[in-house]
């Protein structure tokens, strides 16, 4: 196989080195392209083009293959809790009991929030979108924090993830608890990392707090399942926000605000209103397959579908399982779940679907766990911005420590030519 791709132009050769990476998937090197041909690439929504070198996750779109530093997500999802899975993105092996207990108190040091940022979060309505509050506290952060990461010492980039693995839990509790009006909680420091977070969320104020070990290894499984997934949008963001230099949290705050959108991490939230409109309009699934697949009609079929997975997302796979499981621990019915049940059963015997290779993914049934947890619709992608907290740590120090230059695509410039001013009274 040869290492060097031939491109001919205009009755010139030009010769570009070709990478095979540790999965034995090849990539053109074209950063010479410009200055040794004068032309660039174009390429709308990087579809075909790598950003970066990564050793973190690999997914195998067309196997529907999912791995984190070389662990299959089956086998973590299965037999890690996430504070362990967190420790292995961002720090690239799994630790050990000693590693895992020092990491879990060095959290729980940091995990005390400015008394002055209830200030900021009592500006909002309780009608703001956790989402957006989440975004804002995160990069509101860097004013009691404002020292940014000093990337050459080691002890400085570990006490910034320390600190941000201790403050975000605090921060998704309380928008929860701003939106229901409740008094905010602070941590219980004898509790574990995703129990604490369940604790801060849903802690009664006359009640005791009591654990419920199907409910947080529910929520550990989640937030495992969400931990990273390479060069996804808002993993994206937070890296080319990141190569200006700009700190780890405000890094973290653009990476919240791309999670958001619906076609991302916001489509668990627009899953379970599609769901549920489903289910009003008496269950006719075909009616909005139909929809779906009309291209005068921007519905789209959410939870559908995926830029790299031609094929089940190996994460649906396990959270469709962990629902069962879930909601029958629980004694929990959700109409819901056999309404999902029956809009995937028709998509993938939908010819247009499987055209397009559109398969359900991470966020189908997700929403119908964080339902049955007693997770308002609304905190369904903070959850999974807080399952991606570790990934997105482990991105932006990836990025900065291989010393990567700032991001700054180039364009295909369609607008008009040089043209000379013309005066007010001209126009
Ligand atoms: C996440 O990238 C990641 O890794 C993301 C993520 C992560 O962990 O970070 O996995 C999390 O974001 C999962 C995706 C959640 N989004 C949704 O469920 C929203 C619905 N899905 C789509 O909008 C869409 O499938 C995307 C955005 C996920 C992917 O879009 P692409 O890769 O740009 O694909 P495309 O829009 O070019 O679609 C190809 C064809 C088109 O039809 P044709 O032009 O070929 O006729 O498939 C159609 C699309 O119209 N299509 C859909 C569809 N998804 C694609 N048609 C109906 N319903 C859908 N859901």
Request: hydrophobic share 40%.
């Amino acid at each position: 196989m040869s290492d060097k791709a031939i491109l001919e132009y205009d009755g010139k050769r030009y010769e570009f080195p070709v990478i095979k990476d540790t999965e034995n998937e090849l990539a053109i090197d074209i950063k010479s392209l410009r200055s040794s041909t004068g032309m660039i690439t174009i390429d709308p929504g990087f579809k075909n083009t790598g950003s970066c070198e990564s050793e973190i996750t690999f997914l195998d779109g067309e196997k529907g293959m999912l791995r984190y530093r070389g662990y299959a997500i089956e086998e973590l999802a299965e037999k890690a809790d996430f504070l362990e899975v967190a420790y292995l993105l961002i720090f690239g092996e799994l630790p050990n009991k000693e590693q895992l207990e020092t990491f879990h108190e060095d959290i729980k040091a940091e995990s005390q929030v400015d008394e002055e940022m209830k200030k900021i979060l009592d500006g909002f309505p309780k009608s703001a979108h956790p989402m957006g509050v989440l975004s804002s506290l995160t990069s509101a952060l860097i004013a009691f924090n404002p020292t940014s990461v000093n990337i050459s010492s080691e002890k400085d980039m570990y006490h910034a993830i320390v600190k941000i693995l201790g403050k975000f839990p605090v921060l998704v509790a309380w928008t929860m608890r701003k939106k229901k009006g409740l008094p905010l909680d602070y941590g219980d420091d004898n509790l574990g990392y995703v129990e604490n977070l369940h604790k801060m969320m849903f802690k009664k104020p006359s009640k005791e707090y009591k654990s419920n070990k199907i409910v947080i290894d529910a929520l550990d499984k989640l937030l495992i399942l969400h931990a990273d997934h390479e060069q996804n949008c808002s993993t994206s963001a937070v890296r080319i926000t990141g190569s200006s230099h700009a700190g780890l949290f405000v890094s973290l705050s653009a990476g919240i605000s791309a999670l958001w959108g619906p076609l991302h991490g916001g489509a668990n939230q627009a899953v379970i209103e599609m769901l549920e409109a489903i289910k009003e309009d008496g269950g006719d699934t075909h009616k909005y397959m139909d929809k779906a697949k009309d291209k005068n009609d921007e519905f789209r079929l959410m939870g559908f579908g995926h830029r790299v997975y031609k094929n089940f997302d190996p994460r649906a796979r396990i959270i469709k399982k962990a629902a069962d499981e879930v909601l029958e621990d629980l004694g929990i019915v959700d109409p819901i779940l056999d309404i999902a049940k029956s809009l995937e059963k028709v998509a993938l015997e939908d010819e247009y679907f499987v055209e397009r290779n559109l398969y359900p993914n991470v966020d189908f049934y997700s929403g119908i766990i964080y339902r049955a947890l007693g997770i308002p619709r609304e905190m369904f992608t903070v959850m999974f911005a807080m399952g991606r907290l570790p990934g997105w740590i482990a991105q932006w120090r990836e990025m900065r420590l291989r010393h990567e230059p700032i991001g700054r695509p180039r364009q295909v410039y369609i607008g008009k030519t040089y043209r000379p001013f013309k005066p007010l009274e001209e126009r």
